[in-house]
């Protein structure tokens, strides 16, 4: 099949690892039988070098034509770059976030690996680690306490700051409907992490999740309290396999759940709409300390893409390559700087990407 796909390079090593990327889609496209046609866009830093703007309106038209939108990094070093200088509204990183409200990405998909290869990078006991962690963050990115009205007053000579947590149960139901989705694709269970003994709003999220799961009988799933998951994130994270949560929880849950995988160079994301439009991209920034080096991982970027395919493009078979392409590179002890570890094989960017691509069945 053909496939249009909206390409965003960015900046610092954004342009290396997407090139890698596009590399390992191109060799599963070549085994399964696919074309992908890929249309650059400009944003961030390069758009504002190119455009004045950190994003035109072309370019949000050229990812909203595509059937997703495969992005690498944008920003600079926030010290020293001209593009910190700008106001807040045209720096690189209003791009990304005007891109997500245009195209109403509101969940956002973290998933947590510890490859075996990689286990002494895992900050956790052994014991632990040996039980293996393979989850996955569905989170609610664009409601809750981050868009709620707030305000600072001063009330008689006291200062008093407001924040507001407000969800909908329409809002709530599409995020429920992600999750349950993402659990039937993988091993069908569920926890939805809230603090419904204290909050509104979660006592409503377990209203219309329940409402949800009854739409999906094969998935298992339950209720945590946010602070007991935070805590069994780090004593028995093999316990999850989908945890769906609104936009504050996810985003501490999501930080906790990538560190004890151990490796930054290795997390991709997603961020879904109300369809299978998505745009993927690796957790971590630019880098620009790296970028030109040769040093940079790409292995992020390459599963945000093997993500795209599963997610967007419902090419699951071909995502599977492309996650047993990278097991199987780490497994020949082939590692980039970030990951090295004794008596492995260092490999730069590209070849790394070569590997992979070569790996892919
Ligand atoms: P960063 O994630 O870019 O880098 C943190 C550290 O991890 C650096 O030492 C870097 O060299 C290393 N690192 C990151 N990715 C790596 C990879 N793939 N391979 C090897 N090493 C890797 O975070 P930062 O330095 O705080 O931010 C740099 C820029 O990235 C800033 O402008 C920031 O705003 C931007 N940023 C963009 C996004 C995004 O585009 N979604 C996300 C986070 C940060």
């Not at 209720?223 to 989908?242: E, H, I, K, T």
């Not at 109300?274 to 690796?282: D, K, Q």
Request: charged content about 25%.
């Amino acid at each position: 099949m053909d496939f249009n796909l909206a390409v965003i390079k960015g900046d610092g090593i954004g342009p290396e690892i997407v090139d890698e990327a596009i590399k390992v889609l191109d060799a599963a496209a070549a085994v399964y039988g696919h074309k992908f046609n890929y249309t650059r866009v400009l944003m961030g830093g390069e758009s504002i070098d190119a455009c004045g703007v950190p994003l035109t309106d072309e370019a949000i038209e050229t990812c909203r034509r595509s059937d997703a939108v495969l992005m690498g990094s944008i920003g600079g070093n926030t010290a020293t770059s001209p593009w910190y200088k700008l106001e807040p509204s045209l720096r690189p990183e209003a791009g990304l976030l005007k891109l997500r409200k245009s195209l109403g990405l509101f969940a956002n998909l973290r998933p947590a690996y510890l490859y075996d290869d990689l286990a002494q990078a895992c900050p956790l006991k052994k014991e632990i680690a040996d039980k293996g962690i393979d989850l996955i963050i569905v989170r609610e990115l664009t409601g809750g306490l981050y868009f709620g009205a707030r305000s600072t007053v001063e009330q008689n000579g006291v200062l008093k700051a407001t924040d507001t947590l407000t969800y909908n149960e329409n809002e709530i139901r599409r995020i429920a409907v992600k999750g349950f989705d993402i659990a039937m694709k993988r091993r069908r269970k569920l926890t939805c992490v809230d603090k419904a003994n204290v909050l509104d709003s979660s006592r409503l999220w377990r209203k219309v999740v329940q409402e949800v799961a009854k739409d999906y009988p094969e998935v298992e799933y339950s209720f945590m309290l946010v602070d007991n998951c935070a805590m069994q994130l780090v004593r028995d994270p093999s316990q999850f396999d989908v945890v769906l949560t609104e936009n504050m929880f996810g985003d501490i849950l999501s930080d906790e759940a990538s560190e004890i995988t151990g490796s930054l160079g290795m997390l991709s994301s997603a961020s879904l709409c109300e369809t299978s439009f998505g745009l993927y991209e690796p957790s971590h920034g630019s880098a620009p300390d790296i970028a030109g080096t040769g040093k940079a991982n790409p292995i992020a970027t390459i599963l945000s893409a093997a993500m795209l395919l599963r997610y967007s493009l419902n090419l699951g078979k071909e995502a599977d390559a492309v996650e047993n392409a990278v097991r199987e590179v780490l497994r020949e002890g082939y590692r980039t700087a970030d990951i090295m570890s004794d008596g492995c094989t260092q490999l730069t960017c590209s070849q790394m990407g070569d590997a992979v691509a070569k790996a892919i069945r």
